[in-house]
């Protein structure tokens, strides 16, 4: 997973002389190179370090919300954040420093981190962040969090109090580089506002926690409304330089993207991030935006985009060969979709680590060899002697010869076409599934990949949900096919556990939505999590990437690397733009273009 820098105020730990030779205290972690920021940073380069403080920003989310605790499996959650013990950067990657934690101490074996906290630090309510908050964390997390995290935290075998400000973890080995950093980005909660109450339940009273906003109002599942907390302990820090800006961030939930839409243009809210094609090459043309009252921008970033697919559940008996599965691809026309739904706007995705150096190509390099070999007898075939491409098409809508194909593996797979249905040779039974989808825009993705199933004499049912239903059949694993998204980094790890194992496979509302469980796949994981050097976690994701997609557990998608934001003429943003985020809460209330919006924006805006 991808980590980046927060600051901190360098080593100011002492360390005990016996324990020096052992260890090193370090102002930022870097999996496998060097930090950008040195100790005595004012602020990061991508912030205005004398960014005004002011305003009131509004954004949109899609669907509801009914709690405000995202740690659980129970509920939806707002948009609520907790400070951690280390935050990210957005210029920076595999790196961390210090938020809660001013400093880290690694042994020379790489068998633990200790933590030392800030003795600032503190909760909302006043009360001082102890090691006892960050232990129970781990804890409450482990045993009563989401199943994510039972995976992400696996290799700590324990987590103890070592003087009045520090916390150490002990590993299960030296192998797992990354588990620093992962314990890194854990969000410490108090364990005193936790007593008595029953951390697994859904709740709309904001948790205690630490952090720059805190909750001012809320109607649930409507909106909820952040305000800037003036004495919040870590706003000076330079980590935070230029960043928190707003005095009032508000959230207003809408029922789908294309309502949400709407509202924005008539201005409801300011700034959008767009994920469709569509709504940003036709969707936004309006009198605001001709009269420049708000302007569109597609920012390049450097952000893995991982896959996105049409995913299948492998729990489902219809798709359990990979002959079916490679089959239905066929029946995928990317090129005619890109050409008359996106606008050719995206690119096809080839490759579960999509937009990066992580993702492979062509034939498996020698010392991709090297890692695969041992599995030989129990991969494809493919995966040492072909280049992996999914199906294409000259964009004409004639996929003919792709279908004749997929009707082909069909056969082998037995099933066979009766009048103008596909039926099972032992059965009898037609070939028919769900797509479960969440928000209607998908719907015009999804028509015509079923129109070209239907030659091959499949049924392919469209069950449109709102976000809560779909959330929960996605967690019960009571869907056939779905549209899924696995997000990557340029620094896979541990989380990978929580996408493919086949201990994940088995937990409700882990990552793992697809049921894969092979025991290939669980030993790359674990040899990609031990990466010693970054040459070599290249190699070895490159090595699970090629028996993930020549598992045919999906049907790629595509990806686009820059991000879409349309926003109303009422903000500063710093010059430079980091890597690796949009960067939004760097942005700024800009008075000036404030009032020249709304002088003219009566006229245009109904």
Excluded at 24 to 36: A, D, F, N, V, Y
Excluded at 157 to 174: N, Y
Aim: zero cysteines; charged letters at 25%; a neutral charge.
């Amino acid at each position: 997973m991808r980590f980046a820098a927060l600051a901190v105020l360098a080593a100011l730990v002492m360390v005990p002389a016996a324990q020096a030779a052992d260890s090193t205290t370090r102002h930022g972690l870097s999996i496998h190179g060097e930090l950008k920021y040195p100790a005595n940073f004012t602020h990061f380069d991508y912030v205005n370090p004398d960014a005004p403080k002011g305003g009131t920003v509004r954004y949109s989310a899609i669907g509801t919300f009914d709690t405000l605790n995202p740690y659980v499996i129970r509920g939806v959650a707002g948009p609520i954040v907790f400070d951690t013990l280390t935050a990210p950067a957005q210029d920076e990657a595999s790196v961390a420093y210090g938020l809660i934690a001013e400093s880290f101490e690694i042994p020379a074996d790489h068998t633990s981190v200790t933590f030392h906290l800030r003795r600032e630090a503190k909760f909302q309510d006043g009360s001082p962040i102890t090691p006892e908050d960050v232990i129970w964390t781990l804890q409450m997390l482990r045993e009563k969090g989401k199943p994510f995290y039972r995976n992400y935290y696996g290799d700590v075998t324990k987590a103890e109090k070592i003087g009045d400000h520090s916390v150490k973890f002990s590993f299960k080995s030296s192998d797992n580089a990354e588990l620093p950093l992962i314990l890194g980005q854990l969000p410490v909660l108090s364990k005193a506002y936790w007593n008595g109450k029953d951390f697994e339940a859904t709740t709309l009273e904001a948790p205690l926690r630490s952090g720059p906003y805190k909750v001012e109002s809320l109607e649930p599942g409507r909106s909820i409304t952040f305000r800037r907390d003036p004495n919040y302990w870590g706003q000076n820090l330079p980590v935070n330089k230029g960043r928190n800006n707003f005095d009032v961030i508000r959230y207003d939930y809408y029922r789908d993207s294309n309502v949400a839409l709407e509202a924005f243009k008539a201005d409801q809210y300011d700034i959008r991030r767009e994920n469709s094609s569509k709504n940003w090459s036709t969707g936004y043309d309006s009198p605001a935006l001709k009269a420049g009252l708000f302007k569109m921008e597609a920012i390049p970033n450097e952000v893995p985009t991982g896959m996105q697919a049409f995913g299948f559940n492998l729990r489902n008996e219809l798709f359990k060969d990979p002959k079916v599965r490679q089959a239905l691809a066929y029946a995928f026309d990317f090129e005619w979709s890109n050409k008359n739904l996106f606008y050719g706007m995206y690119s096809r995705t080839k490759s579960y680590f999509s937009n990066s150096e992580l993702a492979s190509q062509g034939l498996p390099s020698v010392d991709e060899l090297a890692v695969l070999e041992k599995y030989k007898d129990r991969l494809p075939p493919e995966v040492f002697s072909k280049t992996y491409e999914p199906p294409k098409t000259d964009a004409t809508g004639n996929i003919r010869d792709n279908l004749r194909e997929g009707l082909r593996l069909l056969k082998e797979a037995g099933w066979t076409v009766k009048g103008k249905n596909l039926v099972n040779d032992k059965t009898g039974k037609p070939f028919t599934f769900e797509i479960l989808l969440y928000e209607p825009v998908f719907e015009r993705i999804a028509l015509p990949f079923k129109q070209n199933l239907e030659r091959l004499g499949i049924t392919m049912n469209i069950r449109t949900v709102d976000i809560a239903q779909y959330q929960k059949r996605m967690d019960d694993r009571d869907f056939e096919m779905a549209i899924v998204s696995f997000p990557q980094s340029d620094s896979p790890g541990n989380e990978q556990r929580d996408y493919w194992s086949s201990a994940a496979a088995k937990d409700p509302a882990s990552r793992n939505e697809l049921g894969i469980a092979d025991p290939v796949i669980d030993e790359l994981i674990e040899l990609l999590i031990q990466s010693p050097d970054h040459k070599t976690l290249v190699t070895r994701v490159r090595a699970l990437d090629r028996v993930l997609l020549w598992g045919f557990y999906t049907i790629p998608q595509w990806h686009y690397s820059k991000f879409n934001v349309a926003a109303w003429e009422r903000f500063g943003r710093p010059a430079k733009a980091p890597k690796y985020e949009v960067g939004l809460d760097t942005w700024w209330w800009d008075q000036k273009k404030a009032d020249a919006t709304a002088k003219r924006e009566p006229q245009v805006v109904k």
